[in-house]
C-alpha cells in the first residue's frame, strides 16, 4: 500500500476563509460600470394567451431604460427551457417571464415591472399528473413538443437510461419508457407475499442560498460577449450562448463565477436572455432573481408518483417487480422517467421485472436536475417496499437489503454489469454501528428506527487539465471546472500527491471558458472523478518534465531522482540537489535552455464508479401532532477513497440535510390554478439547524478501478436513502408506512387515525 | 516546396478594426468602481537631499484621500529602476517621483500633486558622459550601485555580450568590457588607410502613442492583486511584483491590456509602485502617466558616444578596428556597453580587433530598451566609418560592404560562429534595387544617396502555448504573449497552416499570467521565433489528436487522413467524412468517449535567427537652411520566411521611420542643471506623416533554420540601418560626414560650413 502525503489528511477548504468573512466575490457583487439591471415580469397565469401588453407606463417609470419583450428578440426555436426566453403570445406556467424591464437600479426595475400591464385571456390549465393526464386535458404544446436534449440529466449519469419511447401524439406524456426481464406475471404467481404501494413525493427546489444570477457585457473589441454566471457549468452555457446568438464558442467568455449553492439547479437557465438583452442593448445587463422569482421560475425537482408492486417467495427470495413511474416534468420535457425506472430496477436483485417510466408535462416551471436526480424519489418508494417486505417476511431488514443488493457484475436494468461498487459494503458498515447494534435501547425510548439504502451511478465526460511550475517552486493547476463543496480543494490535493508537493504549494485557478481546458459541468458526482483524473495526469506529465531537466542539471538519470521539501535530489547523493524554484526559473528566462514545465492531462473515462450510502434514522412522532423529530442520523458511505475527509463529511452531512427536508418538510404547493403557494422560505420549509440532528459518518472505501487513487464522486449519494431511512424508522415507531413525500405532521396525523399496519420489520430483527 | 495554405497572404490584423474605430480597451479604458487615480510628485532638481516634506495642504485638496511617501512603503532594496519606488530620503534625477497622491478624479490627484511641499538641499550634478567621468563627480550612487539583473538588455539578445568587467570602485562607472581579438597594433601597423571618427547619439525616448498605464486591485478573497498593465512582459511583471510584495507568483494576475506601442520601453516600470498603493489603501489605483510624467520620468533609449577607429590595406583587405563606446545610463545601470560593443566587432570580418564598453552613471532617467537597443547607434557609427573608408579606397560602398559582410559561420565577436542569416542577401537585394542602380539619376537632381545595412541578433527564450478544438470547430490557441505589431495575426496563420484550417477559423487567446502557457516579453524579436514555434507544436499535436478520434470513428488509419475544409476525410474515398465540429463534440459532453483536443507546445530554442536590413536613403540637403529631407527609403529586409507580408510591410515602414527619428529629429534635452528640455511632443520632435518619406520594402527569404516554417524574428532589424543611411546619403550630397545624431538643420548647417570632405564613395562608382 501506498503511503499517502496530501490525499486523506482532513483539509479545510482553500476558499473557506474567503467565504465565511465574505471576501469572496459572487456574481452579484461584481460591480460594472455602466450596468442596467434586469428585472423580470412574470406571467400571472399558468395558462393564457397574450392579448396586449403595454409598457408606456413602465418606460416612463424615473430609471427605466428599456423594457423588452418577445417582439424584440430573435425568434429563437424553444428547443431547451433556456430558450422560451420571453414568452411570446402564451403563457405555459405563472410566473414565466413575458418582459423585461431594464433599469438603472434593482428599485427602478422593479418598479418598472410592475407598471408592466398585459392583457391576458386566460385558459384551462392542467395543474396536476391527473389533470394533465386527462381525456380532454390542456394541452402545454398543442403544436408537438419542441425538439431538443436535456443536458442536466445526462449530467448525472442518467444517460443509461433506455431509450425513450417516442410520445408523439397530441397529449402531455412527453416521453415513456418501459424496461423488462424475464417473465413478469410468473415471478408474481410465484411470490408468497406482494407487497404493493403508490408513492408521491414533492416538486421539491434547490434552494441555494445565492438565487440565480447573470450578467452580460458586450465586447466591441471583437463582437462578442463576456458573461458572468454562476453556473455549475460554464462550458454548456457557452455552448447554449454560442447556438442562441449566432457566435462562435470562442467569441463568448463565460466566466462562472463562485457559486453560493447550485445542487444541479444551475446548469444555466437565463443567460440567453440576459446576453440577448446585453446586445439589444449594447451595455451591460445584469439579472440577479429574487428570492420569488427564483421559487416561480427557475427549474426545481419534479413531483413525481410511484407505483410499486413487489413479490417474494416466503423463504426471502425476490421474485418479481413491477412498477410505474410518472414524473411531473412542468412545463418543458426533461425526459427523466425512463431513467428513474432504470434505477428502480437496478438496485436490487430480481430476476422478473417490469418498470414503465412516463413524463407528464404540466402548466408549472419545468422540473430540473436536483442532487442525484430522481434517486431519492425511487429510493425512498423501493426501500419502502423493501423494509415492508422484510417485515412481513419477518426478516432482519438490513440483512434483508444485504441478502439481495446488488453487488459488481450483477445486471443492471438494461443488462450492463454494475461496476465495482460497495452497497453491500456501507450496509455491513451500518450494521457494525452501534445505532444500528444498540437499536432496541433507542425503541425502547420510544423511538423508531429505521434504515436505508441508495446511491448514484456517477456520471462521466471528457475532462483535461493543464499544470505548469511557477518561479517560485510553486504548483499551478489549470481547470474549468467551477468549484462546488471543495472540489477545487481536492484538486489541489491529487496534483500535490501526483507532483510530489505539499498541498499548500498548489495553487489551482479556475479559469473562464476562453482559456480554461474543457471540463463538463460540476455535477453528476463526476468531477472529481474526471477533472481529478485529468489533473493527475497532468501533475505527473508536469513532475516528469521537470525531474527531465533536472536529470541533465545534476547529471543523473530521472529515474534515479526524487522530489521532497521542495527538493529534487539524486537518491543516495544528499549533495546532489536543486530546489524546484531554481529549476522553474531556468525554464523561464531570456535564453533558458530548457522548455518551461507545462503539461496537460486529458481524459474520457467511460467507466462509471457509483458511490452508495446506507443511512439509519432514529425518530421520534409526537402521536398527538403528528410532528417527527429526527433524534440521529448515521451516514455510512462509500467513497472509493476519501481525498480530503473533511470535505467528505461536509458533502455526507449536507446531503443527509437535503434528504431530511424531502422527508419531512419541503414541497412547491400549487393551487388549482397553478399558482404558486409557497413563493417565500417562510412557505417553503427548509429544514435549518433546528431541525438538523447530530449526524454522524462513517467513510467506507471500495476503491473505484478508475478514479483518481480509487476516488468516486460523492456528492450525491449522501441525499438518495434519507427519505427512505426516516419514513422506515416513522414505520418502525408508529406502525404506520407513510407514502407521500414530504411527511407533514398532518399526513403523519392522518396516518396515526388509521389502523396499525403491523409491527415494523426492525422490531422483528 | 510545401504549398502554405494560410502562411505567407497577406492578411490584416485581427485587432486592426477594433483599434482603429476605438473599440480596443486600453489599461486606462478599464472602469473599476472605486478606483483611485494616482498622480506622481516628480522631483525638481537632478540631485538633492530631501530635507522635509509636507503633505497637509496636498491631503486637504478636495478628493484627495492619500498621499504616500518612502516612509509608507516597505524599505525594497532598489535592485532594479522599478523598486526605486518613491524617493527615499535623496533624488537623482529631475522628474524623479517623491510622493504619490490618490484621489478620486484625475483631476483632484493633479491639483493635489501641486499641493505637496517638498525641501530640497540641492546638490551639484553630473549630466553629461564627460562630467559623470570628471574628477571629483558627484556620484549617483556613493554607497555603491544595488545590483540586480537588467531585464530588458537580455530580452533583445544581449545575453551574447561579453563578460562585465565588475567596476566597483566609487565611480559613475557601472560597468565596463573590454573584446578583442588578433593583434590590433600590428593590423593598424599594415593599414595603409586609417578612418577615425568620434561619433554621438542623443538620448532618445520610445514615444508610444499610450502612455505606461498600470492598475492594481486588491483581491479580498486570495490577498493578492490583479494588475492591469500596458505591457510588453507580463510575466517578468509578475516576477517583480511577487518578490517586491513577497507573495506567490500564482496570487498575481497580470493581465497585459493592448499595448498602444511598446517599442521596448514597456518590460514594467511603475507595477510595484502601484501595487504597494493600492494594497496601502485596500482600494483600486491606477496611474496613466502624462506626456510630461512620460518623458521626464520612464526609461528611453541612452545617449552614446562611439569612437570608432577602423585600419585597411590599399587592396580593400580590413586589417584592424578598434572602438570605445560609452553609454550613458542615466540614474540606474543597464549595463550594455559590452553589447554594443560586442556588436560593433561582429558585423564586418576584422582579423584583429579591441573594442572598448563603458557604462557610465548620470543625474538623469534610467536608460533602457528601445527597438534593437543600440544597433542604431552602433550602425551609426559603424557604417559611417566603413562607408568612408570605401569612398578613401575608391570602392563601390555596396561592394565593399558585400566583400566584408559576415556569412553563417564566421566568429561573432566573442568567437562564437554566426548562425544562418541573409546579411549578404539583403545588401544583393539593395545592389539589385532600381534605386542603387539608377542612383545616378538622383545626383543629376542634386540629391544624395547612401546606403547601410545592420542587423539583430534576436532573442531567444523558453516558450509554450495550449491549443484546444471547440465545438463549432474553431481552434482556439491560448498564449501568454502580448500582442504587438500584429504577432497574434501571425500565430494564427502559424497554427492554421500548422493544423489545417483557413486561418479565420482559430482564435487566438492572450491569457493573463494567472492561465497562460508562460512565454517571455513580446520584445526582441524573438515572439514569432518562439512562442510562435510553440504554436505550430501545439497545434499540430492538436491535429494529431484530432485525426486519432477521427480515425477511431472513421474506422481508418490516422495517416489516410487528411484535414480539407474543416472535414476530415479518408484520402480516396470522398465518401467518409467527419466534420471537425462533430469530433469536438464527440469530446465534450455528458459520457463523451474521446478526451478533449487539447494539446501544448514547449520549446526552448537556443539557436538564434538573426534578422539584417539593408537600407537606401535618398536626400535632399537645403545648403542654406540645412535642412535634409529623405525623398526615398528603400528598406530590403530578411524576414527567414514571409508569414504576413502585410504586418512584416508595416513593422519595415514603422522602424525605418523611427530610424529617420533617430536620424534627422528626436533628442531628449538637458540643461546644465539636469532639467528636461524636452517636456512636449512640441519640443520632442517625432517625425510623423509629413516627414515620412514613400517607402519600398522588398522581403528576402533566407530561411531561418529553427523559426516556425523558416521565420525570424522582424521588428527591430528595420529600424537599425537608417540613420547611418541617412549620414551616408548627406555625405554624399554635401560632401561632409555628420558624426552627431539627430542631424539637426544647425548640425548640417555647421557642417556646411566646414571644407568638403573629398566626394562620397557613393560618386565613385
Chains 1, 2 share one sequence.
Not at 451595455?283 to 427557475?298: F, G, I, M, N
Not at 423511538?447 to 487539465?465: F, K, L, N, Q, Y
Not at 468531477?527 to 543523473?556: C, F, H, P, S, W
Request: charged content about 20%; some cysteine; proline content about 7%.
Amino acid at each position: 500500500m501506498t503511503e499517502f502525503t496530501a490525499i486523506g489528511r482532513p483539509t479545510p477548504l482553500i476558499d473557506g476563509r474567503a467565504r465565511v468573512t465574505g471576501a469572496t466575490r459572487f456574481a452579484a457583487d461584481r460591480p460594472l460600470p455602466g450596468l442596467l439591471h434586469a428585472r423580470l415580469v412574470p406571467s400571472l397565469y399558468a395558462h393564457a394567451r397574450i392579448e396586449a401588453m403595454d409598457t408606456a407606463a413602465a418606460l416612463a417609470t424615473p430609471g427605466v431604460v428599456a423594457v423588452l419583450t418577445a417582439s424584440d428578440l430573435p425568434a429563437v426555436v424553444p428547443s431547451s427551457r433556456s430558450r422560451l426566453l420571453l414568452a411570446r403570445g402564451r403563457v405555459i406556467f405563472a410566473g414565466q417571464p413575458v418582459a423585461l424591464v431594464l433599469a438603472t437600479s434593482e428599485a427602478a426595475a422593479q418598479d418598472g415591472a410592475q407598471q408592466v400591464r398585459v392583457q391576458y385571456d386566460p385558459q384551462p390549465a392542467a395543474v396536476t399528473l391527473d389533470e394533465a393526464l386527462a381525456e380532454g386535458a390542456p394541452l402545454v404544446w398543442p403544436d408537438g413538443v419542441p425538439s431538443g436534449e436535456n443536458v442536466s440529466a445526462g449530467a448525472h449519469g442518467a444517460d443509461q437510461g433506455a431509450a425513450a419511447e417516442a410520445g408523439k401524439q397530441a397529449s402531455n406524456v412527453s416521453s415513456a419508457a418501459t424496461q423488462t426481464r424475464g417473465d413478469v406475471a410468473a415471478g408474481f404467481a410465484a411470490a408468497d407475499v406482494i407487497v404493493e404501494r403508490v408513492f408521491t413525493t414533492a416538486m421539491v427546489h434547490q434552494s441555494s442560498l445565492e438565487t440565480h444570477t447573470v450578467a452580460a457585457q458586450p465586447d466591441p473589441a471583437t463582437g462578442g460577449l463576456t458573461v458572468w454566471s454562476s453556473t455549475q457549468a460554464p462550458f454548456d452555457v457557452r455552448q447554449e450562448l454560442a447556438e442562441v446568438l449566432g457566435l462562435p464558442e470562442a467569441d463568448l467568455r463565460v466566466i462562472a463565477t463562485p457559486v453560493g449553492g447550485g445542487f444541479g439547479g444551475k446548469f444555466g437557465l437565463y443567460e440567453p436572455l440576459v446576453a440577448l438583452a446585453a446586445r439589444a442593448l449594447n451595455r451591460p445587463v445584469r439579472l440577479s432573481l429574487t428570492r420569488l422569482e427564483e421559487l416561480l421560475a427557475t427549474n426545481p425537482a419534479p413531483a413525481t408518483r410511484l407505483r410499486v408492486r413487489l413479490g417474494a417467495r416466503r423463504d426471502g427470495e425476490l421474485t418479481a417487480l413491477e412498477a410505474e413511474v410518472q414524473v411531473d416534468n412542468g412545463c418543458y420535457p426533461f425526459d427523466i422517467a425512463g431513467f428513474f425506472g432504470y434505477m428502480l430496477a437496478s438496485f436490487y436483485r430480481v430476476p422478473n421485472f417490469s418498470v414503465r417510466g412516463q413524463d407528464v408535462l404540466t402548466f408549472k416551471p419545468s422540473a430540473g436536475a436536483y442532487r442525484a436526480p430522481g434517486a431519492p424519489c425511487v429510493i425512498f418508494a423501493l426501500d419502502s417496499v423493501m423494509d415492508e417486505m422484510a417485515q412481513r417476511l419477518g426478516a432482519d431488514p438490513l440483512e434483508f437489503r444485504l441478502r439481495h443488493a446488488a453487488r459488481p457484475g450483477d445486471p443492471l436494468a438494461d443488462g450492463d454489469p454494475w461496476p465495482g461498487m460497495g452497497m453491500a459494503e456501507v450496509l455491513e458498515a451500518l450494521r457494525d454501528h452501534p445505532a444500528w447494534r444498540e437499536r432496541a435501547q433507542a425503541r425502547a425510548r420510544g423511538r423508531g428506527v429505521g434504515i436505508a439504502v441508495g446511491g448514484w451511478m456517477g456520471g462521466t465526460e471528457p475532462a483535461a487539465a493543464a499544470c505548469a511550475l511557477d518561479r517560485d517552486g510553486r504548483l499551478v493547476v489549470h481547470i474549468g471546472s467551477v468549484d462546488l463543496t471543495g472540489t477545487t480543494t481536492g484538486f489541489a490535493l491529487l496534483a500535490a500527491e501526483a507532483f510530489g508537493l505539499p498541498a499548500e504549494k498548489v495553487r489551482v485557478i479556475i479559469g473562464d471558458t476562453a482559456t480554461a481546458p474543457y471540463s463538463g459541468a460540476t455535477g453528476g458526482s463526476k468531477v472529481t472523478y474526471t477533472t481529478g483524473a485529468a489533473v493527475v495526469q497532468a501533475a505527473r506529465a508536469a513532475r516528469e518534465q521537470t525531474l527531465a531537466i533536472a536529470a541533465d542539471l545534476l547529471e543523473a538519470a530521472a529515474e534515479d531522482l526524487e522530489i521532497v521539501d521542495g527538493l529534487v535530489r539524486v537518491r543516495g547523493a544528499p549533495g546532489k540537489t536543486l530546489k524546484l524554484a531554481d529549476i522553474a526559473r531556468k525554464t523561464m528566462r531570456f535564453g533558458g535552455q530548457y522548455a518551461p514545465v507545462y503539461a496537460h492531462g486529458r481524459v474520457a473515462e467511460t467507466a462509471h464508479a457509483p458511490g452508495f450510502s446506507a443511512q439509519l434514522a432514529e425518530v421520534e412522532v409526537d402521536q398527538e401532532t403528528g410532528v417527527v423529530q429526527v433524534r440521529r442520523l448515521v451516514v455510512a458511505q462509500d467513497v472509493g477513497r476519501a481525498l480530503n475527509p473533511l470535505a467528505i463529511e461536509g458533502q455526507m452531512h449536507g446531503g443527509a440535510v437535503q434528504g431530511l427536508g424531502w422527508a419531512l418538510y419541503e414541497q412547491m404547493g400549487y393551487d388549482a390554478q397553478g399558482q404558486l403557494l409557497t413563493g417565500t422560505w417562510q412557505d417553503y420549509m427548509l429544514p435549518g439547524s433546528m431541525e438538523a440532528p447530530a449526524i454522524e459518518t462513517v467513510i467506507v472505501e471500495v476503491p473505484s478501478e478508475h478514479g483518481p487513487f480509487g476516488a468516486r464522486g460523492v456528492g450525491e449519494a449522501p441525499v438518495v436513502p434519507t427519505a427512505a431511512a426516516i419514513a422506515n424508522a416513522i414505520a418502525d415507531a408508529t406502525g404506520r408506512r407513510l407514502t407521500d413525500l414530504p411527511m407533514t405532521p398532518a399526513r403523519v396525523c392522518a396516518a396515526l387515525a388509521r389502523p396499525r399496519e403491523g409491527v415494523s420489520s426492525g422490531r422483528s430483527a
